[in-house]
């Protein structure tokens, strides 16, 4: 669903304007801001307990239930208090409360899928994962085939989606585990339930709050505008990051398993270094050069805008390339017992970035947006790789970040030459390229020939 949706928002940002989009993408960073924090972490810790405890569901889901219900209505006032606190009024406030109420309802979804994953029904949870996505796929798609597309019906369409979407899970809920009791939770009871969900909480919020409050703080201190430019170059950023989020949870769990073992940790982070960012370093060459060609859905936009987003999504890429080099030191830390130095780093990050943007926002608007999350990005990313320095038993593979520098840089460097002395059609251009960091990869020692023997071992 990811590739599909992103090229649907990218027309729907097309049709309804970059300040109309700038505004619903600020709307939902806020909600999802305020819906994390008054999730407290519970979806989380429901899952690990529920899958630990078979008996937790008879004796603590009753009182989960409701109060999670409760902590949902309670974070729609929040939310609306927040966005009066930060100065929308009027139309604005009604669209606020639009999107806040879709996206809380998409959260308490996700809640109630909670003993589907515990009970280790992975297709289901699969099919549930995507349903809403798909259910609104299909209406916003329907909306622009039949022209009707626009801002109150895109925000309308989305809030259908996750209305439905958390009705039926609340069915299917019943229909696997029957009927589900609930009692008014009983501040004895809520306390022990929230004692244990807090670590989860402040996780979740210290690594999803970055790009959210760039979000919100760009459409309020510069412009609905702004924020839309923003919206569509970061929209390829988080696609491009999947790959990464996709593959580093496998290393989570291997660096775990081997945490005692040093010799087997270093193989695992060699291994690891080279296959989140080799990928990553051809898809940031491409933005770098041939970024534009992302934005070609864009045919209602004027030229000032598209330069605008194509040079703030280069810029967000130099961020890919960063967390290509460094992400993996991240899982390597979190994944052996160093989550509270890891915590304070991001908590670091978090306030240079959004001091950055106070200061800077206002006048130089998503540009400087973009530039903040890169140096947040790089303070960070460099502290991780101290951290591992210093307080673990493995050496920082310096030799395979001077291959992957090396081959970035000839990559780069051939991308120049064949723009500079070849006139050819961008995707016959990428093909070229791509067969030659291909045949880098070889030459600069990161992909070795006993590895290649290796992978060609029938049944691997």
Not at 108 to 129: C, E, I, K, M, W
Not at 197 to 219: C, W
Request: aromatic share 12%.
């Amino acid at each position: 669903m990811k590739p599909g949706w992103v090229l649907l928002e990218n027309v729907v940002q097309d049709r309804i304007g970059h300040s109309a989009f700038g505004l619903v993408a600020a709307c939902s960073a806020l909600t999802i801001v305020v819906a994390t924090l008054a999730d407290l972490g519970l979806t989380q810790f429901t899952v690990q307990r529920l899958a630990a405890e078979p008996g937790f569901a008879d004796s603590e889901f009753p009182t989960l239930l409701p109060m999670r219900g409760l902590l949902t209505v309670g974070a729609l006032g929040l939310l609306l208090a927040v966005g009066w606190g930060l100065g929308y009024r009027g139309g604005q406030l009604t669209l606020l409360a639009a999107v806040g109420v879709g996206l809380l309802l998409t959260q308490y979804g996700q809640f109630l899928r909670a003993p589907v994953q515990a009970r280790q029904h992975f297709n289901t949870d699969a099919v549930l994962s995507v349903l809403e996505k798909l259910l609104a796929f299909g209406l916003v798609m329907g909306l622009l085939l039949s022209g009707q597309l626009e801002l109150s019906s895109y925000v309308g369409a989305r809030l259908a989606a996750a209305a439905f979407t958390a009705i039926l899970f609340f069915g299917l809920l019943r229909r696997l585990f029957g009927r589900l009791p609930h009692r008014w939770p009983r501040r004895r009871a809520a306390r022990k339930l929230l004692r244990g969900s807090l670590p989860f909480a402040l996780i979740a919020l210290l690594y999803g709050i970055n790009e959210r409050v760039d979000m919100v703080l760009l459409e309020r201190l510069s412009s609905p505008t702004q924020a839309g430019y923003y919206a569509g170059a970061y929209r390829w950023l988080d696609a491009a990051m999947m790959y990464a989020w996709t593959v580093l949870p496998l290393f989570f769990a291997r660096f775990a398993h081997a945490s005692a073992r040093p010799r087997e940790l270093r193989q695992l982070l060699w291994l690891g270094q080279r296959i989140v960012a080799v990928p990553l370093l051809l898809v940031v060459a491409f933005v770098l050069f041939r970024g534009e060609v992302l934005f070609w859905q864009f045919s209602h936009s004027d030229t000032h805008a598209l330069t605008r987003m194509t040079l703030c999504l280069k810029v967000l890429f130099l961020n890919v390339l960063v967390h290509a080099f460094c992400a993996i030191y991240s899982t390597l830390l979190t994944s052996t017992r160093h989550q509270r130095a890891v915590s304070w780093l991001v908590t670091f990050s978090i306030l240079l970035n959004i001091a950055l943007n106070l200061l800077l926002l206002p006048r130089h608007g998503a540009l400087a947006a973009a530039a903040n999350t890169l140096l947040s990005a790089v303070v960070v990313s460099v502290g991780y790789v101290w951290l591992v320095a210093r307080r673990m038993d493995i050496a920082v593979p310096w030799h395979i970040l001077s291959r992957l520098a090396l081959a970035f840089g000839l990559l780069c460097g051939g991308w120049f030459l064949a723009q500079t002395y070849l006139t050819l059609a961008w995707w016959l251009e990428t093909g070229l390229m791509s067969l030659f960091f291909a045949a880098l990869l070889p030459l600069t020692g990161l992909v070795q020939r006993r590895e290649l023997k290796f992978l060609r071992v029938p049944g691997f």
